[in-house]
């Protein structure tokens, strides 16, 4: 194998899980060595895409916990989750730190779950307490009724997944 191969890892900081896949990963390509030594609260704020998630973690005053975290998965609603929110609703649920705080612990499960752990029928427990429901396989992955938009993306102490949709608990 040679070093130019595709198989090779461009990054050293890279781990030996496969490269982040779906159809809006092309958007956060550039970010990705950026975002792999980081840790999961301070790598939110440097994806452009996740810009409105970032700052609802800053409202809610999670960054420093996410940041402390060891081994957690978020799913992360991207911008366009966020605009599909009337901005009153917005502005609302922005300026209720309680409820902002529990509805981002909804999309934080413990574990650094890779994609091969995203299976048919799989329940994860929240740290807000409540569950997500893994439906579908590949490219047409879901978590509750959120598509995964782009999976498996490393931080230092988390597996990110891209979502379009914010998780409401029930």
């Known amino acids: 194998m040679s070093p130019t191969s ?10 030996a899980a496969a ?12 970010n990705l ?7 999961v609260g301070t790598a939110l704020s440097k994806i452009s895409e996740l810009s409105k998630l970032s700052e609802a973690v800053k409202k809610a005053g999670l960054e420093e916990k996410l940041d402390s975290a060891t081994d957690i998965t978020v799913f992360a609603p ?3 989750a966020f605009d599909a929110i009337p901005k009153e609703a917005q502005d609302k649920l922005m300026a209720n730190k309680e409820a902002l705080t529990k509805l981002l612990s909804y999309h934080v499960v413990m574990g650094k ?9 799989a329940t994860l427990k929240t740290m807000q307490g409540g569950s997500l429901t893994v439906k579908g396989s590949g490219e047409n992955l879901t ?3 959120a598509k995964i938009v782009c999976g498996g993306v490393m ?6 997944y891209i979502v379009d949709k914010i998780l409401l608990p029930h």
């Open 78 to 80: 991207d911008n366009k």
């Open 155 to 160: 931080t230092s102490n988390a597996t990110v």
């Open 143 to 145: 978590i509750n009724d």
């Open 33 to 39: 060595a950026e975002v792999a030594d980081q840790p």
């Open 19 to 30: 490269s982040p896949s779906g159809p809006g990963c092309s958007a956060i390509e550039g």
């Open 6 to 15: 595709p198989e090779m890892s461009p990054s050293p900081t890279a781990t």
């Open 113 to 121: 779950k890779a994609p091969s752990d995203l299976v048919e029928g």
